[in-house]
Each structure stands twice: as structure tokens, then as C-alpha cells.
């Protein structure tokens, strides 16, 4: 009898393996799938930046695309957020330029702005009114680009906010495509 048990034991815990194994990598197979579409479809969207940011977020390996969608907004929210503190940081500066002041000033209301358009792009999706959360996730896009052309305005001014910016830019590109997936798809999973 006791040898059986050992069996049922070991079946099980095999059984189990495969079945996380199997279900993490439908996981995987649905991330790089959608990233791939969505780099293909936007070319504001590098696959890797894709794949590496949905992979990072909590929850994304047993996601649905609709899931996705979800995990690519708050992505966005949390980008957001502390874009803004890092310009609160940045303008504490002593010494800084008046005109890298200004510009961060502007940015500092473009990034406190979004931050209201990201949350009502959560509601907007939870309701599955993807125009809505459409036009506002494309508002931060704007805000991103206006906060970056700031800088631009002024010959030999560099933006300490490039990066975040286009991170911001680009997550955003990211929630769009997943939500147009969605819609083309009929998903509601």
C-alpha cells in the first residue's frame, strides 16, 4: 500500500508542476504575442520594452489580454506618479537653470494633470468605455510630448526628463494597442 501512495504522491506533484509550467508559459505565449502585434501595429512600441514591462508587473502570468490591458494602465499610473515626485525632486535644486526651471514647472502640471486622466482611464476601461479611456491614456501621451518640446524651445537646453517621458509615452502606446486588440477581438476575458 505504501509504495501506491508514494506513486499518487509523486503523479500529483507532477501533475500539479505541469499544470503551472503549461499555464505560465500560456502566460508568456500571450504576452509576447500581444507585444508582437503591438510593435507590429505601432511603431512607437519596442517589442523588449513591451515584453519586459508586462512580464514585470504582479499578475501578468496568468492575465487575459483584457488583464493586460488592466496591468498596461497601471503601469502607466505608477510611471506617472513618480515621474511627478522625481520633478518635485529635481526643482528642490539650488542652482538650477530658470529656464530648466520653468519647463520642469510646466511639466510638473502636465504629470499632476495626468494623474487624475489615469485614474478616469481606469474607470473608463473597468467599464469597458475604451473610447473614453482611449482619449484620455492619449492625453498623457500629448502631455509627455509637450512636456519634452519645453525643453526643445531653447538651444543647448537638455530635458533631465527625457527617458521618463518617453517611458510614459511608450507604456501608453502599449495600453492603447491592447485596448484596440480588444476591441477588434470581441475580448472580454
Request: aromatic letters at 8%; one cysteine or more.
Amino acid at each position: 500500500m505504501k509504495p501506491l501512495s508514494s506513486f499518487f504522491l509523486l503523479l500529483s506533484l507532477f501533475l500539479s508542476l505541469f499544470f503551472l509550467l503549461f499555464h505560465g508559459s500560456e502566460a508568456q505565449n500571450l504576452i509576447q504575442n500581444t507585444c508582437k502585434t503591438c510593435s507590429k501595429d505601432d511603431p512607437n512600441i519596442k517589442y523588449g520594452f513591451c515584453t519586459s514591462s508586462l512580464q514585470a508587473a504582479p499578475a501578468s502570468q496568468c492575465a487575459t489580454l483584457r488583464g493586460l490591458g488592466m496591468i498596461s494602465i497601471r503601469l502607466i499610473r505608477y510611471n506617472v506618479t513618480d515621474t511627478r515626485c522625481h520633478i518635485k525632486t529635481l526643482m528642490k535644486e539650488k542652482k538650477l537653470d530658470p529656464y530648466v526651471r520653468r519647463c520642469l514647472s510646466d511639466c510638473f502640471e502636465l504629470y499632476s494633470d495626468a494623474i487624475p486622466s489615469i485614474k478616469l482611464a481606469m474607470k473608463s476601461y473597468n467599464a469597458k468605455k475604451y473610447y473614453d479611456a482611449n482619449i484620455q491614456i492619449s492625453s498623457i501621451m500629448d502631455a509627455t510630448t509637450t512636456c519634452e518640446d519645453g525643453f526643445k524651445e531653447k538651444a543647448g537646453v537638455v530635458s533631465p526628463l527625457t527617458k521618463r517621458n518617453e517611458i510614459t509615452f511608450q507604456l501608453s502606446a502599449v495600453a492603447l494597442s491592447v485596448m484596440n486588440l480588444i476591441k477588434n477581438n470581441g475580448s472580454t476575458g
